[in-house]
C-alpha cells in the first residue's frame, strides 16, 4: 500500500514571497504519478500541476513548480510570486501507473493549509 | 453544467435514516470515483466505475455503503442506517477513460452529510 505524509498542517506567506509545502511518500512501486491538488474553500478540488515518476525533469506550471526526488521519495511543491487566490488547502496525492492497475486511484495526504498574507 | 455537479451540497440525517448522494460527471468522462473526506483529513477512496461497471469498491468502510451507476453517467451513493462516524463531505471525481487520462480527476465540489 502507498502512503502520503504531509508534516506541514499549516502555512503562511506574505504576497509576493515564495513558499515550498512538503510531501513524502513511500511506495515499492517504481511507475507512478504525483500531483498536488488545490482545494479552496469551496471545496472542489483542481489539479495544480502533476509529475511523471519516469521522467527526471521537474514539472512546472506557470508560478508553481516541484522538486521531485525519486530516490528520497520527496515531492514538494514551489510557489513563487504568491498571490492572495492561493490561499487553500493543497494535498500532496500518489497515483500508481495505470499499466500496472492503477486505475486512477489516488492515494491523499493530510493536506496543508496555505494562507496568503498582505 | 461543464463541471462536475453533486447534490445535495448539504444533507442532515438523523441517526439510522438513509441517505442518497447523487453525482452528475462531466459529459463523456468514462471513470467515476468517489471519496469521502473526513474534517480536517484528505479525501479517501471509497470506489471506482468504468461506465457501469464498479470496478473497485475497496474503499467502502461497511456493507452500509452501497454505491451504483445503472447507466454509466450518474451515480449514487447510498448509506444506509447512517452513524455518527458518517459524518464527512462525500466528493465525486470524474475522469476520462484511465488510458487516455495521466490521472486528472475533476471534482465535484462534494457533499457534506452531518449525522445527529
Known amino acids: 500500500a502507498q502512503t502520503v505524509t504531509q508534516s506541514q498542517p499549516e502555512m503562511s506567506v506574505q504576497e509576493a514571497e515564495t513558499v515550498t509545502l512538503s510531501c513524502t511518500y513511500d511506495?515499492?512501486?517504481?511507475?507512478?504519478?504525483l500531483f498536488w491538488y488545490k482545494q479552496p474553500p469551496s471545496r472542489q478540488m483542481i489539479l495544480v500541476i502533476r509529475q511523471e515518476a519516469y521522467k527526471q525533469q521537474n514539472a512546472t506550471e506557470n508560478r508553481f513548480s516541484v522538486n521531485f526526488q525519486k530516490a528520497a521519495k520527496s515531492f514538494s511543491l514551489k510557489i513563487s510570486d504568491s498571490q492572495l487566490g492561493d490561499t487553500a488547502m493543497y494535498f500532496c496525492a500518489f497515483m500508481k501507473h495505470v499499466l500496472t492497475g492503477g486505475g486512477n486511484k489516488l492515494t491523499f495526504g493530510t493536506g496543508t493549509q496555505l494562507k496568503v498574507e498582505l | 453544467g461543464a463541471g462536475v455537479s453533486q447534490s445535495p451540497r448539504y444533507k442532515v440525517a438523523k441517526r439510522g435514516q438513509d441517505v442518497a448522494l447523487r453525482c452528475d460527471p462531466i459529459?463523456?468522462?468514462?471513470?467515476l470515483f468517489w471519496y469521502q473526506q473526513a474534517l480536517g483529513q484528505g479525501p479517501e477512496f471509497l470506489t471506482y466505475?468504468?461506465?457501469?461497471?464498479?470496478?473497485?469498491k475497496s474503499g467502502l468502510p461497511s456493507d452500509r455503503f452501497f454505491a451504483e451507476r445503472p447507466e454509466g453517467s450518474v451515480s449514487t451513493l447510498k448509506i444506509q442506517r447512517t452513524q455518527q462516524e458518517d459524518s464527512a463531505v462525500y466528493l465525486c471525481?470524474?475522469?476520462?477513460?484511465?488510458?487516455?487520462?495521466?490521472?486528472?480527476?475533476?471534482f465535484g465540489e462534494g457533499s457534506r452529510l452531518t449525522v445527529l
Open positions: 466505475f468504468q461506465n457501469e461497471a464498479q470496478l473497485d
Open positions: 471525481a470524474s475522469s476520462l477513460a484511465f488510458l487516455e487520462n495521466t490521472g486528472e480527476l475533476f
Open positions: 459529459s463523456g468522462h468514462v471513470s
Open positions: 511506495t515499492s512501486e517504481s511507475n507512478y504519478y
